[in-house]
């Protein structure tokens, strides 16, 4: 697809257009379609599958819509901020599933991009936007949650190779992944400036996961355990004893996309605010027009009017990223705001179903009831993941707002 400037992105938009609704899968335009909700992470498990996800996503892929941002030289599709909007937006206007989600494009590919080498660049991100390997985050352990730094993984130099040593929690989608960037010690000696950041092959031998179920009857997280797990020497990023300092970067851009369900027409929590409005008439009914009950109606009103401003604010914070070449502490912003939001839906559309909205399953209920009391308490994590509320009001009050340290 040849560039275009800014003057031409109405010709550009056109022609984005005209590819996808060329392109997407036949079998994908049935809202009903039948395919396996992990193709969208892609992975070692799809390599060649002709699932109709995979084929959509090897399609964007070649085309470098998975990362549209990223050099041409990596599987990116080298266009600018303003070129990467319009091919979100003419997904999101066709209804077209997304072709990848993926931490390696989310959190690794941009810190690789920054701190990585050229041999680390050219070995995993082309991967990363293919979709041929998909990544989990190694962070937290059972003993250091919001206090990161006290992380005692072992990364042991053994001459020719690290080897590792401990556990992690809370590791998100580590039963799936075939890669983990991960926070390690190097230096017992001391906190922040002895701790590495480095990648692990999850197939390499004395790796162990473990689903933990969550109390929404889901397992996305698991405990991940390292026993003798011997790593190349060139898995290290950056410098020895100089991972807090990645890390730090890799969380300001977990947290500016873990709201990534903001996007165009999106929401967090399972929906745009739009739909919480259709359902709150669907099951609550309508009075002259409007919805039946006043005091659901105004909160339903305060929802639809924190749902854009918040998209209001991710925009703003996006442009500012743009600006400065990177995502600042503001992201924990978004990252709080979003996890208050998303609690706040999920608790309006549970109110809104009455007894319906308490199905767990069986006869009576239909999926989207009971999905809605399952996504209701899968929101209560919100609020932990990618760094608790707690952690980002303290990094918004002393880094965003300037606040001094409470005497």
């Known amino acids: 697809m040849a560039d ?17 609704e060329a392109e997407y899968p036949a ?8 395919t396996d909700p992990e193709a969208v992470w892609g992975g070692r498990a799809f390599a060649g599958s002709d699932d109709p996800q995979s084929v959509w996503m090897r399609r964007c892929a070649e085309h470098g819509f998975t990362a549209p941002t990223w050099p041409k030289d990596y599987g990116g599709g080298g266009l600018t901020a303003a070129q990467a909007r319009v091919v979100d937006q003419e997904i999101a206007r066709g209804r077209y599933r997304p072709p990848l989600l993926s931490f390696g494009i989310w959190m690794l590919g941009p810190v690789l991009l920054e701190y990585g080498n050229e041999a680390q660049k050219a070995e995993h ?10 990544w989990c985050q190694g962070y937290s352990e059972p003993g250091a949650g919001s206090d990161l730094a006290s992380l005692a993984t072992k990364c042991v130099d053994m001459g020719d190779h690290w080897q590792i ?3 992690k929690v ?3 989608y580590a ?15 001391k906190k922040h400036e002895g701790i590495s950041f480095v990648l692990i092959d999850m197939a390499s031998p004395g790796v162990e996961t473990r689903p933990i179920k969550l109390i929404s009857g889901e397992s996305p997280f698991c405990e991940t355990f ?8 060139g898995n290290l990023v950056g410098k020895i004893n100089g991972g807090w300092e990645i890390a730090k970067r890799l969380l300001q851009y977990e947290r500016q996309n873990i709201s990534a369900g903001f996007g165009e027409g999106g929401g967090v929590g399972g929906g745009s605010a739009a739909d919480l409005a259709e359902i709150a008439k669907t099951y609550v009914g309508l009075e002259d027009g409007r919805l039946a009950n006043l005091e659901l109606r105004r909160r339903v009103t305060q929802s639809k009017m924190n749902s854009q401003t918040l998209r209001q604010t991710i925009g703003r914070i996006a442009a500012e990223s743009r600006a400065s070449n990177g995502p600042s502490a503001a992201t924990s912003i978004i990252k709080y705001a979003a996890a208050e939001f998303a609690k706040e839906r999920a608790e309006l559309v549970v109110e809104a179903m009455g007894g319906l909205g308490l199905g767990w399953d069986g006869e009576g209920f239909t999926p989207t009831e009971t999905a809605a009391v399952h996504g209701w308490l899968r929101t209560k994590a919100n609020s932990i993941e990618g760094g608790t509320s707690e952690v980002n009001l303290n990094v918004i009050s002393k880094r965003v707002l300037g606040l001094p340290d409470p005497k």
């Not at 275009?4 to 996808?20: I, K, Q, S, Y």
């Not at 079998?27 to 039948?34: S, W």
């Open 4 to 20: 275009f400037g800014a003057a031409d992105l109405d010709t550009f938009r056109a022609e984005v257009r005209a590819w996808l």
């Open 27 to 34: 079998e994908l335009r049935d809202a009903d379609a039948k």
């Open 125 to 134: 991100m082309p991967r990363i936007t293919r979709g041929e390997i998909r």
């Open 165 to 167: 040593d401990g556990q």
């Open 170 to 172: 809370w590791t998100s």
């Open 175 to 189: 039963d799936k992944a075939d890669w983990c960037f991960c926070l390690v010690r190097t230096d017992a000696t």
């Open 226 to 233: 390292f026993t003798g797990v011997k790593i190349p020497k």
